[in-house]
């Protein structure tokens, strides 16, 4: 497992130091703001939606590694997709990120359907954070705001 942790978090590194689709969108694109106030961690989602689908997104903020890697790889995966199915990435990210509280010291990657870790792609690099639960909020972050911003856009 030492061979996977690393490359999961070479993964996080990456993004950390090279985060994808940053910056601002200007209107009609919606923005959210997003913090979590434990560990000091701003994040801006910008969103277009046209027709049912994401057609942008753009991300602004600071704070930890994993709140920044976890707002790049989430951009990446979500980019470009229906609504429906940012939807179902949000939903079974946030799963991943709570299904083993009350199972601390457990291997998170070990236990967690093979089939949600595929599905997941890069964004299995994250699921380590649930050993860390003070950390879960860094990565969850970006999907609360991201979710946020759908909420607001479809109303
Ligand atoms: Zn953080």
């Not at 079974?92 to 990120?97: A, D, E, N």
Request: charged fraction near 20%; include cysteine.
């Amino acid at each position: 497992m030492a061979n996977l942790d690393d490359l999961y978090r070479e993964i996080i590194l990456d993004h950390y130091r090279s985060p994808r689709n940053r910056g601002e969108l200007p209107p009609p694109a919606h923005h959210v703001e997003g913090f979590n106030p434990l560990c000091g961690d701003e994040i801006v989602v910008y969103v277009l939606i046209d027709d049912g689908v994401l057609v942008d997104i753009k991300l602004t903020g600071h704070g930890c590694s994993i709140s920044q890697a976890s707002s790049s790889l989430m951009s990446g995966a979500v980019k470009g997709k229906t609504l429906e199915q940012v939807r179902d990435t949000i939903a079974t990210f946030k799963q991943l990120m709570t299904v083993h509280e009350g199972q601390l010291g457990e291997p998170a990657v070990a236990t967690s359907p093979d089939a949600d870790l595929r599905r997941l792609g890069e964004l299995a690099a994250l699921a380590g954070v649930v050993k860390f639960p003070v950390r879960i909020k860094c990565a969850t972050l970006a999907w609360n705001t991201l979710a946020q911003a759908l909420d607001e856009t479809s109303t």
